[in-house]
Antibody, heavy 118, light 107 residues
Framework: EVQLLESGGDLVQPGGSLRLSCAASGFAFSSYAMSWVRQAPGKGLEWVSAISGSDAKTYYADSVKGRFTISRDSSKNTLYLQMNSLRAEDTAVYYC???????????WGQGTLVTVSS | EIVLTQSPGTLSLSPGERATLSCRASQSLSNSQIAWYQQKPGQAPRLLIYGASSRATGIPDRFSGSGSGTDFTLTISRLEPEDFAVYYCQQYGSAPTFGGGTKVEIK
């Protein structure tokens, strides 16, 4: 059974930084692309970033490009999202999501809440 | 960016009724690269349908997907009490995008 457990969400001031983690189990982590998807309070879903399984190629939404960095550690079966220069509009629940083979639809973790406020 | 427009925004129905949800893409998805998710309050989304019409593991057969090109539909043949939720479509033909959601509420 696929299990994805996010952590690291917190209250942070505008301009601050935060690193999210996602511990994965129940599947061959290094073989699958992984993504972060966020959901602002009361709003819909927004894809944020992805990293491929084989060559760790990275992809970003325009809204976070240059501020967020996705990475993975296959020795620890863990996905990360380093978030810098945070803005109020980055406030959301951040979900870790596992892609299926050669297709970016998802199984989801339970999410971690990031609040950017002074 | 491929924009997905879901309609209606809210669907008010009674248990046992049929629900028909629409998702329209701004560009053709030649390989029917559409997924549908269900989300209940305080929970993560759950995958229902992928490839426009294939049910994910463990999804009841009252859920079905159809469509091609730019127009896609999720149908719930007979609503059960646990089906009242928000439903999102997602395209994965290019950088993933999601529709704005359809809320299925109890009438």
């Amino acid at each position: 059974e696929v299990q994805l457990l996010e952590s690291g969400g917190d209250l942070v001031q505008p301009g601050g930084s935060l690193r999210l983690s996602c511990a994965a189990s129940g599947f061959a982590f290094s073989s699958y692309a992984m993504s972060w998807v966020r959901q602002a309070p009361g709003k819909g879903l927004e894809w944020v970033s992805a990293i491929s399984g084989s060559d760790a190629k990275t992809y970003y939404a325009d809204s976070v490009k240059g501020r967020f960095t996705i990475s993975r550690d296959s020795s620890k079966n863990t996905l990360y999202l380093q978030m810098n220069s945070l803005r109020a509009e980055d406030t959301a629940v951040y979900y870790c999501a596992k892609s299926y083979t050669n297709a970016w639809y998802y199984d989801w973790g339970q999410g971690t809440l990031v609040t950017v406020s002074s | 960016e491929i924009v997905l427009t879901q309609s209606p925004g809210t669907l008010s129905l009674s248990p046992g009724e049929r629900a028909t949800l629409s998702c329209r893409a701004s560009q053709s998805l030649s390989n029917s690269q559409i997924a549908w998710y269900q989300q209940k309050p305080g929970q993560a989304p759950r995958l229902l349908i992928y490839g426009a019409s294939s049910r994910a593991t463990g999804i009841p057969d009252r859920f079905s997907g159809s469509g091609s090109g730019t127009d896609f539909t999720l149908t719930i043949s007979r609503l059960e009490p646990e089906d009242f939720a928000v439903y999102y479509c997602q395209q994965y033909g290019s950088a993933p995008t999601f529709g704005g959601g359809t809320k299925v509420e109890i009438k």
